[in-house]
C-alpha cells in the first residue's frame, strides 16, 4: 500500500502497529489431563468503517493522505482472522500450538465494525507436544491474536499475571484413567510480560 519513497507514512504505519496491542479474557479450566479455554481477544485500536458490504480499515490520520486512493476494504480478508495459542516453556523456550477454534464478531455498531474473536481451545496435554506427552516443566500460557493482516502476541493472564501450567512429570493418558504425575498445579506467575512476535513452531 505504501512505498519505500514515503518514509513519513511508513514510519506512521510502523507507529500504528507497535501500537496495536492484543487484549484477551480467558477463563481456564483443566480436567484430568484435558485442557480448555475459552478465550475473547480483540485489537486495539483496530476499526473497519461499514459500507454496505464492504468493510474499510480506518486508518490513522497521518495516513489517510498517502492511503487515499488504496483499498482499505478489509471484508475479503476479516473472515479469516483468529487466535492462535500456545504454550511456551519457560525452561527452554519450545513451544506447542493447540487447536483452536476462532469466530468473529463484528459487533453491531451500523457505521464502525470492531473485530472480536471468540475461541475455544480443548487439548490433551497427553498429546500437546506435537503429538506427544507435554515435558515436564512450567508452561506459559500465550496467544497470538491477527486480524485482517495485523497481529500482536501477549500472555493469557490471570489476576494480572502469566497462566503457567507445572507439568510434574511427562503427561500420558493410560487406559482412560488419569496418568500419574500429570498437573501438579496451575498458577500465576509475575514477572514476564511476554509482548513479542510469538515463534510458532509445533514439534
Request: aromatic content about 4%.
Amino acid at each position: 500500500m505504501l512505498r519505500a519513497g514515503e518514509p513519513d507514512a511508513l514510519r506512521t504505519l510502523a507507529v500504528f502497529e507497535n501500537g496495536l496491542k492484543a487484549r484477551v479474557r480467558a477463563r481456564v479450566r483443566h480436567e484430568d489431563d484435558e485442557l480448555a479455554l475459552r478465550l475473547t481477544a480483540s485489537l486495539g485500536g483496530l476499526e473497519f468503517e461499514r459500507d454496505e458490504a464492504a468493510l474499510r480499515w480506518i486508518a490513522p490520520p497521518g495516513l489517510r493522505e498517502p492511503l487515499a486512493v488504496a483499498d482499505l476494504d478489509a471484508a475479503g480478508t476479516l473472515p479469516a482472522s483468529h487466535v492462535q495459542v500456545y504454550l511456551h516453556s519457560l525452561r527452554d523456550g519450545s513451544e506447542y500450538l493447540l487447536p483452536a477454534t476462532s469466530v468473529l464478531d463484528l459487533g453491531e455498531d451500523p457505521a464502525v465494525a470492531r473485530p472480536v474473536l471468540r475461541t475455544r481451545v480443548r487439548a490433551s496435554l497427553a498429546t500437546a507436544a506435537g503429538g506427544a506427552p507435554l515435558p515436564a516443566g512450567d508452561w506459559e500460557l500465550r496467544a497470538v491474536v491477527s486480524v485482517a493482516g495485523f497481529s500482536h502476541a501477549r500472555s493469557i493472564r490471570r489476576n494480572g499475571a502469566p497462566y503457567v501450567l507445572t507439568i510434574a512429570e511427562p503427561g500420558r493418558a493410560v487406559g482412560g484413567r488419569r496418568a500419574a504425575g500429570l498437573l501438579r498445579r496451575v498458577r500465576a506467575r509475575r514477572g514476564l510480560a511476554a509482548l513479542r512476535p510469538a515463534r510458532l513452531a509445533a514439534r
